[in-house]
């Protein structure tokens, strides 16, 4: 293991304490300072256990440089009751009703509305786990439907909540894709299905690639501005902030 060892402390960002994470990674050559902007945490890795205490100074003394990367807007958002969020490029506002048994489910009958069962302490569990469930069908769906069209054949379709790939696919046919698309507009999350179902005839990004892009009809220019503009604050939803 190239990372053994792991100290957490908090550092004062302004008027508030922010959990500090300290730890080891032999493989650095240097220290190395990041800010997760989702979850409020401050990274901070060493090459050594002695250069621990070094790294943690080397965290206070960039302090200004820490504060402009927490901007407000990319802070996490438990899901709540009343809240609105994007789903499928739409608002959706989630309303709690503790009477229902059932899980979590679309209601629009008076406006657009996710209504959530159960307790109000379990409702960001819920609403992530229905979003994960939708996500999988649609894509699913969608994966199926690019395959068709290319004459292939996929393998497993997870769907999880990765950082930093929109999706993924295996030389042997597997698929991974964020959750998270299920809130970006269909024609985004049709792209990315698509991308990834072109991986199964060239497993690069060379222009053959991008040639069979084109020909399953999404628009992979339009979609990397849309996730480069409104992606980041996807990764915000559901995330329960330290604060």
């Not at 090459?47 to 206070?60: C, G, M, Q, T, V």
């Not at 802070?75 to 609105?84: D, L, N, V």
Request: glycine share 6%; charged share 30%; net charge positive.
């Amino acid at each position: 293991m190239s990372i053994n060892h792991i100290t957490r402390t908090e550092i004062n960002i302004g008027a508030r304490a922010a959990p500090l994470i300290a730890r080891v990674n032999r493989r650095a050559k240097r220290l190395i300072l990041k800010v997760d902007a989702v979850t409020g945490e401050i990274h901070v890795t060493a090459p050594s256990k002695r250069a621990l205490p070094e790294a943690i100074r080397f965290a206070h003394e960039r302090i200004d440089w820490i504060t402009s990367q927490l901007a407000d807007d990319l802070r996490g958002k438990p899901f709540q009751a009343g809240m609105s969020i994007p789903f499928q490029g739409a608002d959706h506002v989630i309303i709690h009703d503790e009477n229902l048994r059932a899980a979590a489910r679309l209601d629009n009958e008076l406006f657009p509305a996710i209504r959530v069962g159960g307790r109000a302490e379990h409702l960001n569990r819920r609403v992530t786990d229905w979003l994960k469930r939708e996500a999988r069908k649609r894509l699913t769906d969608r994966a199926d439907y690019y395959c068709s069209e290319l004459g292939k054949k996929r393998r497993a379709i997870r769907i999880r909540d990765t950082k930093t790939r929109w999706g993924s696919c295996t030389s042997d046919g597997d698929m991974s894709f964020c959750w998270r698309l299920i809130m970006a507009p269909p024609e985004i999350l049709n792209y990315v299905a698509a991308h990834e179902c072109a991986h199964l005839i060239h497993l690069d990004h060379s222009p053959a690639f991008w040639r069979v892009v084109r020909e399953l009809g999404v628009d992979a220019r339009g979609a990397a501005r849309w996730l480069g503009d409104h992606g980041p604050s996807l990764f915000t939803y559901g995330v329960v902030s330290e604060k």
